[in-house]
Every structure is written in C-alpha cells, then in structure tokens.
C-alpha cells in the first residue's frame, strides 16, 4: 500500500480535520513531508478528475469534503446531516466576537445595544464560542472566543482567513473601556449609552452596523457550503 492510499484512507474515514502530523501517526514509516506530497497529488488528482469531491483545508487541518455546488442534491435526502441555520442575532453577535476576541459579555452588549446573554449560550451550544480566559480587573469578567469547531464549520483554514473588508465600523473600531462585568450581572448596554455617545445607536444605523458586523462571516458559510 503506497503513501497516497494510506493518506487518502485516513482522511476519508475521519469525520474531522487531522493536521499533517496526525495524519502521520497512521504508520511508522511516515513523516510529515510524505504527507504534504501525498496531500497534494491528492488534491490534484481530484481536481483533474473532476471528483465531486475535495481535500479541503481548515482548522489548521485537512478534510475530505464534497464540492459546495453538490450541496443542492444532497439536501434531497434526510439521512445526510444538516446543519440548523443561525438566527440574525446570533450571526451578528458571532460576527463581533470572532473579529474582536477575546471579548466579555458587556462589550458585546455594548457594541450591539441589546442584551446578548442568551445569545452567546446558544453560540456556546452550537459549539463555535467557548470561555477562553477571564478579563483582568473587578469581578474577572469571562471572555469568549471562537473555536476550532468554528473553523471547520465555516470552511476557515485559520482565524488569519477570515475576511477583512475595508470598513467594519461596530466590530473594529477602538474598543471602549465599560468597567466590570460579572456572571450574574443583567447589565444592559442601552443604560449605558450617554446621549450622544458614540456608541449610541438608533433605528436604521443599528441596522446597517450590524448587517456590515455579520456580512463577513455570512458571506463566507454561503460560500464554503458548511452554512450553519
């Protein structure tokens, strides 16, 4: 059995994606550059073929995955699994802390002038944020982050890859200092807008904020077709 085989086994029994060492670990003789050049005669291979299907990249790994434009046939059967779409909110408020991370619940609340709490544990739920540290300072508010479940669903090879529009007025702007935080706090970052502050956000502005704070990663799930 030759080094392409033996790649080519792994990854299409694997449900996840396996880094190059991973991979490696599948025989002794192995070592890491063997793996790189049978990942890319693989690659190639199908691409000439025209297979229906690819090694793709993401979450610092390799997969095998079916071409996004098959997506339309297999959503015909039930026994293929389906991801459940995100809710508005819930894109938006993943939009800020993927680009923004790590970020406390109170930041988030502040940029999106809602309360997310409930948002963030349907985001930690669904596997794609988690706790990744707690904030210096009174009450060591939690801080989120996005996960590697993130990058597979999203199609994302790293966070590096993810899109950089020219302007993201809500999820890049100079962050604000907002004070403690606590676990149990219902805070609402409404009372914390000042009139006339410049995170104060009404009617057809928040919208349009928070649309251009979600478009990123939304555009990206469309195109990846791991739409969650």
Not at 10 to 25: G, Q, W
Not at 33 to 57: C, K, M, W
């Amino acid at each position: 059995m030759n080094v392409h085989q033996i790649v080519e086994a792994v990854l299409f029994a694997s449900d996840a994606p396996l880094t190059v060492d991973e991979i490696a670990r599948a025989d002794e003789t192995l070592d890491e550059d063997q793996v790189e050049e049978a990942l890319q005669f693989l690659r190639a291979e199908y691409d000439d073929a025209a297979r229906s299907f690819q090694i793709h990249e993401l979450a610092e790994g390799y997969q095998i995955l079916t071409r996004p434009e098959y997506a339309p046939y297999l959503e015909r059967f039930d026994n293929v699994p389906r991801a459940s779409r995100l809710s508005g909110p819930a894109l938006e408020t993943l939009a800020i802390i993927a680009y923004r991370q790590p970020i406390g619940r109170l930041e988030v609340e502040y940029i999106r002038g809602v309360s997310a709490a409930g948002v963030i544990r349907t985001l930690q739920d669904r596997r794609l944020i988690d706790v990744v540290g707690r904030a210096e300072g009174l009450g060591r508010p939690l801080l989120y982050g996005t996960t590697t479940f993130f990058l597979e669903h999203f199609g994302f090879g790293s966070l590096e890859d993810l899109p950089r529009p020219e302007e993201l007025p809500v999820v890049l702007r100079d962050r604000v200092p907002l004070g403690p935080e606590s676990d149990d706090d219902q805070i609402v970052a409404s009372e914390l807008i000042e009139p006339g502050d410049a995170g104060e956000r009404t009617g057809a502005s928040e919208e349009a904020e928070e649309a251009v704070a979600a478009e990123p990663i939304a555009e990206a799930s469309e195109e990846s077709g791991l739409e969650e």
